[in-house]
């Protein structure tokens, strides 16, 4: 059974600083790890797919990184800004592409 | 490009009632239409799959005769909570694959907030 696991629950942070926030989960079999954006009482956002044979994708500031093998992710922020405050989630399809598995996310908090 | 609405986006009612939300993608044909509960602090759990002209499919645990998906055309799912309980309180959220565009990408729509009396 996968299971998705999320480091640190929260975090909070000075404008400006380099953030890694973490995601392990424990079936290294993924076709793909995906990083989304959760902003309070909203939906998601769609900010990175990596694909099972990538070992990064960059957007931006934000850089997602995947190793496979050992079953993680992180997820990099350059140059925090308030703006960047909101919970991110990472998911794993399990069971062909239908079913997502989601960690229990990261809540950053960027202040001024 | 691939937006997916919900309607209402918060709903308050009564015990016993029930109540009815809509996924809608607005710029493509979901074939698949996914439904997932969020309660608070908790990450998002898929409750069943939505297949246009067919039945869902319900993941484990989740009661198919409390929560009706209707997946009639190839633009609209909608989920009904039926005889609502306090503790089916939660945020719904739904997504769509755009089979036009990729297989893997879901598209979520903004979330439905339910609190129920």
């Known amino acids: 059974k996968q299971e998705v696991t999320q480091i640190p629950a929260a975090l909070s942070v000075p404008e400006g600083e380099n953030l890694v926030l973490n995601c392990s989960f424990t079936d290294s079999a993924i076709y793909n790890l995906q990083w989304f954006r959760q902003d309070p009482g909203k939906g998601l956002t769609s900010l990175l797919l990596i694909q099972s044979s990538q070992r990064e994708q960059t957007s931006g500031r934000l850089n997602a990184s995947l190793d496979k093998s050992s079953g993680r992710s992180t997820l990099y922020i350059a140059a925090s800004q308030p703006g960047d405050s909101a919970t991110y989630l990472c998911?794993?399809?399990?069971?062909?592409?239908?079913?997502?598995?989601f960690g229990a996310g990261t809540r950053l908090a960027v202040h001024p | 490009g691939a937006v997916v609405s919900q309607h209402p986006s918060w709903v308050i009612c009564k015990s016993g009632t029930s109540v009815k939300i809509e996924c809608r993608s607005l710029?493509?044909?979901?074939?698949?239409m996914f439904w997932y509960r969020q309660f608070p602090k908790q990450s998002l759990m898929l409750m069943a799959t939505?297949?246009?002209?067919?039945?869902?499919?319900?993941e484990q645990g989740v009661e198919k005769d409390k929560f009706l998906i209707n997946h009639a055309s190839l633009t609209l799912s909608t989920l009904t909570v039926t005889s609502a309980h306090p503790e089916d309180s939660s945020f719904y959220i739904c997504?769509?694959?755009?089979?036009?565009?990729?297989?893997?990408?879901?598209?979520f729509g903004p979330g439905t907030r339910l609190l129920v009396l």
């Open positions: 939505s297949n246009e002209g067919s039945k869902a499919t319900y």
């Open positions: 997504s769509a694959r755009d089979p036009g565009r990729d297989q893997e990408t879901q598209y």
């Open positions: 998911a794993v399809p399990s069971g062909g592409y239908n079913k997502l598995i």
């Open positions: 710029d493509f044909q979901a074939t698949t």
